[in-house]
C-alpha cells in the first residue's frame, strides 16, 4: 500500500488508459472515433513535413556558411563573413579571451528561433 501512495500517478494513468481503450473498443466505428483517427494521422502528416522542412534547411545551410564571432575582451574584436571560425582561432590563440561564435546566414536563424520556441535559453 505504501508504493501505491508514493506512486498514485501511475496507476492513475493505467486506470486512464484502461477507460481510453475500452471507450474505443466499445465507440471505434462512431464518428467521434474516426474524426480522432483522421486527426491522428493529419498530426502525425504535419510532424513529418516539418522535420522534412527542418532537414531541407540544414542541407541548405550546409552551403551558405556564415559565422558571427565576438570577443568579450577590452579591444571587442568582431567577426563576420565565412571563415570567422579560423579567424576566432587564430585571434583566442593570440589574446586566451573567450570568444562566441554563432552561425548567421538564413537557414541557421530560422532553425535558431525555432530551436530557441522549443528550448527557451
Not at 92 to 109: L, N
Given at each position: 500500500?505504501?508504493?501505491?501512495?508514493e506512486?498514485w500517478?501511475?496507476?492513475w494513468?493505467?486506470?486512464?488508459?484502461?477507460?481510453?481503450?475500452?471507450?474505443?473498443?466499445?465507440?471505434?466505428?462512431?464518428?467521434?472515433?474516426?474524426?480522432?483517427?483522421?486527426?491522428?494521422l493529419?498530426?502525425?502528416?504535419?510532424?513529418?513535413?516539418?522535420?522534412?522542412?527542418g532537414?531541407?534547411?540544414?542541407?541548405?545551410?550546409?552551403?551558405?556558411?556564415?559565422?558571427?564571432?565576438?570577443?568579450?575582451?577590452?579591444?571587442?574584436?568582431?567577426?563576420?563573413?565565412?571563415?570567422?571560425?579560423?579567424?576566432?582561432?587564430a585571434?583566442?590563440?593570440?589574446?586566451?579571451?573567450s570568444?562566441?561564435?554563432?552561425?548567421?546566414?538564413?537557414p541557421m536563424?530560422?532553425?535558431?528561433?525555432v530551436?530557441?520556441?522549443i528550448?527557451?535559453?
Amino acid at each position: 500500500m505504501e508504493w501505491l501512495s508514493e506512486n498514485w500517478y501511475i496507476a492513475w494513468a493505467l486506470f486512464c488508459l484502461a477507460i481510453i481503450v475500452a471507450l474505443y473498443v466499445r465507440y471505434r466505428r462512431t464518428a467521434p472515433v474516426r474524426f480522432l483517427l483522421r486527426l491522428r494521422l493529419w498530426l502525425a502528416g504535419l510532424a513529418i513535413c516539418l522535420a522534412l522542412v527542418g532537414m531541407l534547411l540544414m542541407f541548405i545551410g550546409s552551403f551558405t556558411v556564415e559565422w558571427t564571432c565576438t570577443c568579450a575582451g577590452p579591444e571587442h574584436w568582431e567577426c563576420k563573413g565565412a571563415n570567422c571560425d579560423a579567424e576566432a582561432n587564430a585571434h583566442f590563440e593570440k589574446t586566451k579571451h573567450s570568444i562566441s561564435c554563432t552561425r548567421t546566414d538564413w537557414p541557421m536563424r530560422i532553425l535558431g528561433a525555432v530551436g530557441r520556441l522549443i528550448i527557451p535559453e
